[in-house]
């Protein structure tokens, strides 16, 4: 499962190359957030963009550098705003402890982001987060390769170098 702090920083994309903000589009969001939503359509306030614009500055800066120290007070705020209560639960006859919120389904999404990204950080995986080697994309992406050597984000944009690179030679 992608880590959705990346996928909220490769979003800048957007308004690099199209000049356009994608987070206020609620299909891309719905879409591409999807995994933080769990079936439920999350509406896009002016209040959530705002954070969640703010959460990815924060997202880039902490990538970029591999340093989160500067941020953990603006992400505490962000996230200050979810409640929980531990609640146990009997679900198909086991018992469960889980963490049960009336918060508002957007303010989850801002702490799901904000959990993967602390997660990075927690798991040295910071370590791995690369960035795209074509110029066009810059896409972060994690290297799970061996020896850590991957330069593009995915076979297309490796396929796209290559065959530039095969045609600026014939
Ligand atoms: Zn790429």
Same mark, same amino acid.
């Given at each position: 499962?992608?880590?959705?702090?990346?996928?909220?920083?490769?979003?800048?994309?957007? &308004?690099?190359?199209?000049? *356009?903000?994608?987070?206020?589009?609620?299909?891309? @969001?719905?879409?591409? %957030?999807? !995994?933080?939503? /769990?079936?439920?359509?999350v509406?896009?306030?002016?209040?959530?963009?705002?954070?969640?614009?703010?959460?990815?500055?924060?997202?880039?800066?902490?990538?970029?550098?591999?340093?989160?120290?500067?941020?953990?007070?603006k992400?505490?705020?962000?996230?200050?705003?979810?409640?929980?209560?531990?609640?146990?639960?009997?679900?198909?006859?086991?018992?469960?402890?889980? &963490?049960?919120?009336?918060? *508002?389904?957007?303010?989850?999404?801002?702490?799901? @982001?904000?959990?993967? %990204?602390? !997660?990075?950080? /927690?798991?040295?995986?910071?370590?791995?987060?690369?960035?795209?080697?074509?110029d066009?994309?810059?896409?972060?992406?994690?290297?799970?390769?061996?020896?850590?050597?991957k330069?593009?984000?995915?076979?297309?944009?490796g396929n796209?170098?290559?065959?530039?690179?095969?045609?600026?030679?014939?």
């Amino acid at each position: 499962m992608d880590n959705l702090s990346i996928i909220l920083s490769n979003s800048i994309w957007f &308004n690099n190359h199209k000049g *356009s903000e994608v987070l206020k589009d609620p299909i891309w @969001i719905n879409s591409n %957030l999807s !995994h933080a939503l /769990e079936h439920t359509f999350v509406e896009i306030t002016n209040h959530f963009l705002e954070d969640l614009i703010t959460l990815r500055s924060i997202a880039i800066h902490a990538l970029t550098n591999g340093r989160l120290n500067d941020h953990i007070l603006k992400l505490n705020e962000l996230i200050s705003q979810v409640e929980y209560t531990p609640e146990i639960c009997v679900i198909n006859e086991h018992i469960q402890l889980v &963490n049960t919120t009336e918060s *508002s389904p957007e303010s989850q999404v801002l702490v799901k @982001i904000v959990t993967d %990204l602390v !997660h990075l950080f /927690e798991t040295n995986e910071i370590k791995n987060v690369s960035t795209c080697a074509n110029d066009d994309c810059q896409f972060f992406f994690i290297d799970h390769s061996k020896n850590k050597s991957k330069k593009y984000c995915s076979t297309r944009c490796g396929n796209l170098i290559k065959v530039r690179r095969y045609r600026e030679r014939h």
